[in-house]
């Protein structure tokens, strides 16, 4: 064989890996997370999250009250980075929310309030309606988005989440929520100054101006960097005749190029055309086969690194799904339907029928359902949290924060406890497709709320968010496992104060009818005193 074939079967090698992992892969998210709270380091990630901001910050969050990240808004704000923040009416006015601070240096908006008749009362039926999300776009690359509000009760004690990722797919489909939400309330609830509003405009104008270049495949010719990386390529390629690259050797000098997943497709590129001008440049040297097979063998060495390190099979589940939305709704059941094996809910509120038997359903099929919840929303009128334990499915609901201090000898000792809530809403199905975001399973979530669903197959996340099951289904069942009796009194007691309380409202409204009836009585009795008397005097 001449080195003109080895050279052509080179090359013909080469595409073929290009072309598989071209239709088979996809660029690794240059940046994922996933912050679990109450955790000391949390809070810090998310802050540290927030200061990589080099352009723009748009948090769209149902309250806001914590002051570090209100400072880190605060400060990025200073350095020229465009802050926009979108809350929700009625928290903006709650005690300690920080809504109007922010805009002394954020765009700052609230949601619209619910439409109100001519008498300034909602319309009989109609519910509260709440901008519910809990997300953060930094630099339009990266998301953050969970259960997690901006509170200190939700960094300090409540079970909180939040998913961090740079894929373009899910940054692009809540940007674009973002601006919907922003756009629509800005023309009726802007919070900030037009200063704030001018300087976010300049903000904006000059935001094209400061972005680094991308560097991506050459076009025309190719620039300093990717010259840099083509000769460090050639030069350990050309030690593969004599010793083949191993995954090592391939890893290293991925560290050292630190590159971006998106440029795995033409480094490899660049790797095939390296090894078949190495083929032509050798001559007519004997050995034309063994150092094809060396080549060729350090050639699917880097492509197995690239695909480990910097690439990953796309994603077959990934979507997203706001709210409200009757189709979006329809699409979560949809998902919670294909458990075959397991289905871990943990979600703060259950109170959707549609929802709770879909959970039931999987449960009756033989699949293993877990359900973790707040021990508070559990007991509300509406809940369905002791139907489904009661119809066998594995339920626990939390027990209070527990605090800890460090005694003179340096053990750790319990010093008291604090209510808290089980605050999450994700769900994990057959321990491969993860829902998080800020959807309670409520009828108000689904119908009149703004909220966001996240569904996504990463194997990072899907395996976080496991062990973050694991750890509370552990911690929560050794104290507050509910068992079907436990089931049934609960749901005896619920139905009992609500009848009581209906009963109540009932009464009530009984003695302020009766109270009515008298006063009008009351007021006829002079009018009636009044008409006998003129009759008299027409009389007499």
């Known amino acids: 064989m001449t080195r003109k074939e080895c050279a052509a079967r080179l ?85 300690g929310a920080a809504i109007f601070k922010t805009a002394a240096f954020a765009y700052t908006v609230v949601d619209e309030p619910l439409h109100e008749g ?61 601006e919907r939400l922003h756009a ?41 960097a990717e010259e840099k990386v083509a000769a460090a390529l050639s030069q350990l390629l050309a030690q593969a005749p004599s010793g083949r690259l191993s995954l090592g050797a391939c890893r290293a000098l991925l560290q050292r190029l630190n590159l971006r997943p998106v440029q795995a497709r033409w480094l490899l590129h660049t790797a095939t055309e390296e090894c078949c001008e190495l ?13 094809m097979a060396a080549l060729l063998s350090s050639l699917g060495s880097l492509a197995a690194t690239l695909e480990s390190d910097l690439l990953m ?24 339907a294909t458990a075959r094996h397991t289905l871990d809910v943990c979600v703060f509120t259950l109170s959707d029928r549609r929802i709770a038997d879909t959970v039931l359903d999987a449960h009756k099929r033989g699949a293993a359902v877990r359900l973790i919840t707040d021990d508070v929303t559990a007991m509300n009128d509406g809940s369905l949290v002791f139907e489904l334990a009661e119809a066998g499915v594995a339920t626990v609901v939390d027990s209070d924060f527990e605090e800890w201090r460090t005694a003179e000898d340096g053990s750790m000792r319990r010093s008291g406890s604090t209510p808290r809530h089980m605050h999450h809403k994700f769900c994990l199905v057959d321990g491969q497709i993860l829902l998080t975001g800020s959807y309670n399973f409520s009828w108000s979530a689904g119908n009149v709320n703004c909220e966001n669903m996240l569904i996504t197959d990463d194997p990072y996340h899907v ?35 609500r009848r009581e309380r209906t009963a109540g409202a009932r009464g009530m409204r009984q003695v302020v009818n009766a109270a009515s009836v008298k006063a009008n009585a009351g007021r006829r009795k002079p009018a009636a005193a009044r008409r006998a008397r003129d009759e008299t005097k027409v009389v007499g």
């Open 11 to 95: 090359e013909a090698a080469g595409r073929l890996l290009e072309a598989v992992q071209r239709l088979c892969l996809v660029p690794r998210p240059t940046f994922r997370d996933a912050l679990f709270f109450p955790h000391a380091s949390a809070l810090e990630r998310l802050l540290a999250l927030l200061r990589r901001a080099k352009f723009s910050i748009d948090v769209c969050v149902y309250c806001v009250t914590e002051e570090r990240l209100v400072a880190a808004l605060r400060e990025k704000a200073a350095a020229g980075v465009a802050v926009r923040i979108v809350s929700d009416e009625d928290q903006a006015f709650n005690k």
């Open 463 to 497: 395996r976080r968010y496991g062990e973050a099951f694991e750890g509370l289904w552990r911690e929560f069942r050794r104290a507050m496992y509910v068992s079907r009796q436990e089931a049934a009194v609960r749901i005896q007691r619920i139905e009992r104060g």
């Open 313 to 336: 099979p796309p994603s077959a589940a990934a979507a997203t799904l706001f709210f409200p939305s009757v189709a979006a709704r329809e699409e979560l059941c949809g998902v919670l």
């Open 184 to 224: 629509a309330f800005s023309r009726s609830n802007p919070v900030s100054t037009a200063a704030a509003a001018t300087k976010l405009q300049a903000a904006l104008r000059g935001r094209a101006a400061r972005l680094p270049p991308a560097m991506g495949r050459a076009q025309s010719s190719r620039g300093t």
């Open 118 to 178: 001519a008498n300034g009362r909602k319309a009989e039926g109609e519910r509260e309606k709440r901008m519910h999300h809990k997300f953060c776009i930094v630099d339009h690359r990266i998301l953050a988005t969970g259960s997690f509000n901006w509170t200190g009760a939700a960094s300090s004690r409540n079970c909180e989440n939040i998913l961090v990722s740079s894929e373009p797919k899910l940054v692009s489909a809540y940007s674009a929520e973002f």
């Open 279 to 291: 083929m032509r440049r050798r001559g007519r040297r004997r050995g034309a086969a063994a150092e």
